[in-house]
């Protein structure tokens, strides 16, 4: 073979074989149109409702699969305790401000019995089941409270009936908290059992524990739903929520405010306490539930507006013709503490900033 044919083949090796390709593609649509005529042979003819039935399918096939979706998830979320948005709201003549044992939020339900009062308590239907909860404030009139929340109903009043099975459902649940323990310390599951709850009706048991990390209680539930005839739940929750539901007293000598008073947990920081001017001790600073205490948020805000307008910490001022340094402010007595290497000096704040009108402060 001579050079040039060599040349020729080995240039044709390296181009790329657009023939094959287009033939590819056109084996490729072939198999496509005969599956189609295929499928369209299987399907039966002349029949009006096969053609009106498929028609729809294939004009809108993915609207309708979003709708059914929707339904479902509207359902699922409509149920839980908390209210929320409802595209119709069913009207009441009365609006009912009922509060739980394990919380102090208040919610909202309806009613259409005026003759409820304070201290009532009710029956209502919530995400965890029947539950009886305690009305804490006046019932209002519907048209007084706007809202486009769904809003649910008040189911009755609580009979007597009603107390005694409450009574009976927290025997029972201190026992079903003895069988679950027993459960975990079989399996060797790192978890501890803070509370246990029936609803109403006893259809549902939850148990409340907490864990450093996530639990895999499978063999747990396999465990208890042989022993309880009724849906369990296993809710795990943080070291504030337990000290709330434990309780006890707090450093100052009082029930500590998250049992006593407090509906939600506020962010708090130790930016709050170097504020207050604290010893930046965290030890000291931390409450039952090893973080920061809740009462640092109370007053913060009241601080920050009496810091207003004052230099920072470790500034330089000049005083009386001489340089200090500011190492500390005291806005409740109104002081300030000054000094450099030859002098130390404690001064009220008019004495410093005497254009600032301190007695509004």
């Keep these: ?38 499928i369209k042979t299987e399907q039966p003819k002349n029949t009006q409702d096969t053609k009106k039935t498929s028609h729809k399918n294939e004009t809108n096939p993915e609207p309708v699969k979003k709708e059914a979706v929707k339904k479902e998830v509207h359902q699922q979320e409509n149920r839980p305790r908390e209210n929320k ?17 394990e919380s102090k939020k208040i919610y909202t339900f309806g009613t259409n019995d005026g003759s409820l009062k304070v201290n009532d308590s009710v029956v209502v239907e919530t995400v965890r089941g029947l539950e009886v909860g305690e009305i804490v404030k006046e019932s209002r009139a519907f048209c007084e409270v706007p809202t486009d929340l769904e809003i649910k109903p008040i ?4 009979t007597p009936k009603d107390l005694k099975d409450i009574e009976n459902n927290v025997k029972a649940a201190k026992e079903a908290m003895k069988v679950c323990e027993a459960a975990i310390n079989r399996l ?33 539930l396999k465990d208890l739903a042989t022993q309880f005839k009724c849906r369990i739940e296993l809710r795990q929750i943080g070291p504030r929520n337990k000290a709330k539901i434990v309780g006890g007293l707090g450093a100052c000598g009082m029930e500590t405010c998250c049992s006593r008073f407090m509906n939600d947990f506020d962010v708090v920081s130790i930016n709050m306490a ?29 601080y920050k507006q009496m810091r207003e307008g004052l230099p920072k910490m470790n500034s330089q001022i000049e005083y009386k013709g001489n340089r200090y340094r500011i190492t500390s402010l005291n806005v409740l007595l109104k002081q300030v503490k000054i000094e450099n290497k030859e002098d130390v ?3 009220d704040f008019s004495e410093l900033w005497p254009e600032i009108d301190w007695s509004k402060r």
């Design 345 to 347: 000096q404690f001064l």
């Design 188 to 220: 060797n599951l790192d978890m501890r059992l803070i509370d246990a709850e029936y609803t109403l009706d006893r259809s549902k048991i939850i148990f409340v524990y907490v864990a450093d990390d996530r639990v895999d209680f499978r063999d747990l």
């Design 155 to 158: 189911l009755r009043k609580a």
């Design 1 to 38: 073979m001579s050079e040039e044919n060599e040349k020729k083949v080995t240039e044709n090796k390296k181009r790329p074989n657009h023939n094959r390709h287009r033939q590819n593609k056109e084996n490729k649509k072939k198999n496509e149109e005969a599956v189609n005529e295929s």
């Design 85 to 101: 948005p409802a595209g119709k709201t069913i009207h009441y003549d009365y609006i009912a401000f009922v509060c739980f044992k």
């Design 274 to 302: 170097k504020n207050q001017l604290l010893a930046l001790n965290v030890q000291k600073l931390s409450g039952q539930c090893g973080k920061l205490m809740c009462c640092l948020k109370f007053e913060d805000s009241q």
